[in-house]
């Protein structure tokens, strides 16, 4: 099979000795040139035509940022992971990387962890990154090359066979139009590619969604802050971290915090914001299964949970709690996801209701919130 060929673009020839370290230890992933700027960077991508590069951010002669606008302008399908530090500086230039077409980031290891922790965390975070960039590239490749009949019209989407719902939830004030249960609560769970999914996603949004959204974003500290700061800004939309004890209201998005798991909980007829400590979940904390599990104790039947893109399967259990309560699930499908891995394992458990592109969520969302009566009436800021 071939190996994945791989460009290390780094300013310290320190750290591109350790990532290239890290990466020859994988006999798949073949690193096929170093370069200590981003004008080097762009000579070595027309020399060796990697299939992925790792991009530091802050460099001379030329930036990271600077070297990506140029990458997508000529090889937009080139998989570009960048080299971030977890400071405040080093999050804002890692998400207006994103927001220019990157695919994903690791933060550097930090110099107090030692070689072996650093090259050991490489391993765990670069590695897998890189693969499934690569296959989910070449997934997407094939599939449209087999794509010989159009795709299904936008209002036919897939669909799974209507099931039986389970009725703990105040039955008598609940009303169903359509085969469709009205959403009360609202997680959507992201990694890779989430940060631009979800900028999307709520730009298409009305500012007054009769009910809250709550978001479990893969990201560490400081960097949540950041995107939910950078989400409200550009969107308009009440849109900041998730606060423990905050009481959640129509109109709201509220986002984990990095490091916490986000969950929600339901005291007399009203939903309120928890953050917990609980161990990782699919080694990342916040994760989305405790998210998902707590919105369908808490909602039931009401409960709408979303998978956008990212890697792994985190949210496929919580998927299925939720499809057991009697609630929704949606997920993004393959052609719009930069990495069709969480959303993928949903799908492929048969636990999705709906597969549906990006530019068509936002509008399902909508459908489902406006459908019949609130079981759970949420009151808006306002009226608070």
Same mark, same amino acid.
């Given at each position: 099979?071939?190996?994945?060929?791989?460009?290390?673009?780094?300013?310290?020839?320190?750290?591109?000795?350790?990532?290239?370290?890290?990466?020859?230890?994988?006999?798949?992933?073949?690193?096929?040139?170093?370069?200590?700027?981003?004008?080097?960077?762009?000579?070595?991508?027309?020399?060796?035509?990697?299939?992925?590069?790792?991009?530091?951010?802050?460099?001379?002669?030329?930036?990271?940022?600077?070297?990506?606008?140029?990458?997508?302008?000529?090889?937009?399908?080139?998989?570009?992971? +960048?080299?971030?530090?977890?400071?405040?500086?080093?999050?804002?230039?890692?998400?207006?990387?994103?927001?220019?077409?990157?695919?994903?980031?690791?933060?550097?290891?930090?110099?107090?962890?030692?070689?072996?922790?650093?090259?050991?965390?490489?391993?765990?975070?670069?590695?897998?990154?890189?693969?499934?960039?690569?296959?989910?590239?070449?997934?997407?490749?094939?599939?449209?090359?087999?794509?010989?009949?159009?795709?299904?019209?936008?209002?036919?989407?897939?669909?799974?066979?209507?099931?039986?719902?389970?009725?703990?939830?105040?039955?008598?004030?609940?009303?169903?139009?359509?085969?469709?249960?009205?959403?009360?609560?609202?997680?959507?769970?992201?990694?890779?590619?989430?940060?631009?999914?979800?900028?999307?996603?709520?730009?298409?949004?009305?500012?007054?969604?009769?009910?809250?959204?709550?978001?479990?974003?893969? +990201?560490?500290?400081?960097?949540?802050?950041?995107?939910?700061?950078?989400?409200?800004?550009?969107?308009?939309?009440?849109?900041?971290?998730?606060?423990?004890?905050?009481?959640?209201?129509?109109?709201?998005?509220?986002?984990?915090?990095?490091?916490?798991?986000?969950?929600?909980?339901?005291?007399?007829?009203?939903?309120?914001?928890?953050?917990?400590?609980?161990?990782?979940?699919?080694?990342?904390?916040?994760?989305?299964?405790?998210?998902?599990?707590?919105?369908?104790?808490?909602?039931?039947?009401?409960?709408?949970?979303?998978?956008?893109?990212?890697?792994?399967?985190?949210?496929?259990?919580?998927?299925?709690?939720?499809?057991?309560?009697?609630?929704?699930?949606?997920?993004?499908?393959?052609?719009?996801?930069?990495?069709?891995? +969480?959303?993928?394992?949903?799908?492929?458990?048969?636990?999705?209701?709906?597969?549906?592109?990006?530019?068509?969520?936002?509008?399902?969302?909508?459908?489902?919130?406006?459908?019949?009566?609130?079981?759970?009436?949420?009151?808006?800021?306002?009226?608070?």
């Amino acid at each position: 099979m071939r190996r994945i060929r791989t460009l290390v673009v780094d300013d310290s020839a320190t750290i591109r000795k350790i990532v290239c370290g890290a990466l020859r230890f994988d006999p798949e992933i073949e690193v096929v040139g170093e370069a200590a700027d981003g004008r080097e960077a762009l000579a070595q991508i027309e020399s060796t035509a990697p299939d992925a590069v790792t991009l530091d951010i802050e460099m001379p002669v030329m930036d990271g940022l600077e070297a990506l606008r140029e990458i997508r302008r000529t090889r937009p399908r080139l998989a570009v992971i +960048m080299f971030s530090t977890r400071t405040e500086r080093g999050a804002v230039a890692t998400l207006d990387a994103l927001a220019l077409g990157a695919d994903d980031y690791v933060t550097k290891p930090s110099g107090a962890e030692g070689l072996p922790s650093a090259v050991q965390k490489l391993r765990d975070e670069l590695i897998p990154r890189i693969k499934e960039l690569c296959r989910s590239r070449v997934a997407r490749a094939e599939a449209a090359e087999r794509r010989a009949p159009p795709p299904a019209p936008p209002e036919a989407p897939r669909r799974v066979a209507p099931r039986p719902a389970q009725e703990p939830f105040l039955t008598s004030e609940r009303e169903i139009v359509g085969g469709t249960r009205r959403a009360d609560l609202v997680a959507l769970a992201a990694s890779t590619g989430g940060p631009s999914a979800l900028t999307d996603f709520f730009r298409a949004l009305p500012r007054d969604l009769a009910a809250p959204i709550l978001v479990a974003q893969h +990201m560490p500290p400081l960097f949540t802050r950041l995107l939910a700061e950078r989400l409200a800004a550009r969107t308009g939309l009440d849109v900041r971290e998730a606060v423990d004890g905050e009481r959640l209201l129509s109109g709201m998005a509220r986002i984990a915090p990095g490091d916490r798991h986000l969950v929600v909980r339901r005291e007399r007829g009203a939903f309120y914001a928890a953050l917990t400590d609980d161990l990782p979940e699919h080694s990342c904390r916040p994760a989305a299964d405790p998210l998902f599990r707590s919105l369908a104790a808490a909602a039931g039947p009401n409960a709408l949970c979303v998978l956008l893109t990212g890697m792994g399967r985190d949210g496929c259990d919580g998927a299925r709690s939720v499809r057991a309560a009697g609630g929704a699930v949606v997920a993004q499908d393959e052609a719009s996801s930069v990495v069709w891995g +969480m959303p993928g394992a949903v799908v492929r458990a048969g636990l999705a209701d709906e597969v549906l592109p990006l530019s068509r969520i936002p509008l399902e969302v909508q459908r489902r919130v406006a459908v019949g009566r609130s079981s759970f009436p949420l009151p808006t800021p306002a009226s608070v």
